[in-house]
């Protein structure tokens, strides 16, 4: 398993150094990939998705790289905490894929993320109080137009506060190891999707049974612009539900996905 000793439980630094770098290079990977695709090699071929279509300043993505090193460190420590834990018998990782029904494995990962959804909506609107806002959020949102590597750009605060909601589920509910891994990746993939400023979803996926209540990069881009809408994380339930969805998201979504002019 994942989480086996290969670092001894004494070593706890050396495990959350480890981990840093794992999620750093995770981070790396997919914000560096999006980029090199987006805006290295192909440019112009995905400019009409763009949502912001200037170029943005290389101040910016140095800084939000700067402040995601400092997330990964973050999210290192509260792996290592999770991992410990979880040695010691404490939460409710199992390693056998059979100790709960097979339907359990899906069933818990949709269930983690509807846990971590409503923890992060309502944080986030807390998080837009005046006083929090410039104490914990405004970093975030400095990247006024997002790029792919504003993913994990946030104030060391509001990294701690977003790094214990993994770590506190698998207290509560029982979660397959590589579950929890895919949660991760999840996590990781859909916030670089959602800052990555172009629409990579199909043409009135907005309005598909399924697309409907996804976030996407047009979706979170709004909350980036606008403020006062969009608070959601993956789920766009909670803000259908209490009625912070920007008015813009639809036309906006099918300005970025009609076809190119010149197509
Ligand atoms: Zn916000
Ligand atoms: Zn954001």
């Not at 980029?35 to 993505?61: D, E, S, T």
């Not at 410990?84 to 056998?96: A, P, S, V, W």
């Not at 846990?115 to 975030?140: D, F, G, Q, S």
Request: with cysteine.
């Amino acid at each position: 398993m994942w989480y086996d000793p290969y670092i001894q439980s004494d070593q706890f630094w050396v495990l959350t150094l480890v981990l840093f770098v794992v999620v750093l290079f995770r981070y790396a990977i997919i914000a560096g990939l999006f980029h090199l695709i987006f805006y290295a090699f192909q440019p112009k071929r995905f400019q009409h998705r763009k949502i912001f279509k200037g170029q943005f300043k290389v101040l910016q993505l140095k800084k939000e790289m700067l402040w995601s090193a400092l997330t990964s460190f973050l999210f290192g420590l509260a792996g290592a905490v999770m991992i410990l834990m979880t040695r010691e018998g404490h939460t409710k990782i199992y390693e056998d894929p059979n100790a709960y029904p097979l339907w359990w494995i899906p069933l818990s990962f949709l269930f983690a993320a509807f846990l971590h959804e409503t923890y992060y909506y309502w944080l986030h609107r807390w998080m837009h109080r005046p006083k929090v806002y410039r104490a914990i959020h405004k970093v975030h949102h400095d990247s006024h137009y997002t790029s792919p590597w504003t993913s994990f750009s946030f104030h060391p605060l509001e990294s701690l506060l977003q790094s214990i909601v993994i770590p506190a589920l698998v207290f509560i509910v029982p979660m397959y190891s590589w579950t929890v891994v895919c949660l991760l990746v999840f996590m990781t993939i859909t916030s670089a999707i959602n800052h990555s400023n172009v629409e990579l979803y199909p043409k009135g996926f907005h309005k598909h049974w399924l697309g409907k209540w996804l976030i996407g990069a047009t979706h979170h881009s709004l909350h980036h612009t606008q403020y006062r809408f969009n608070f959601g994380l993956y789920f766009t339930f909670w803000d259908k539900l209490m009625h912070t969805e920007s008015a813009k998201y639809e036309p906006d979504f099918e300005k970025h996905t009609a076809l190119r002019k010149n197509a």
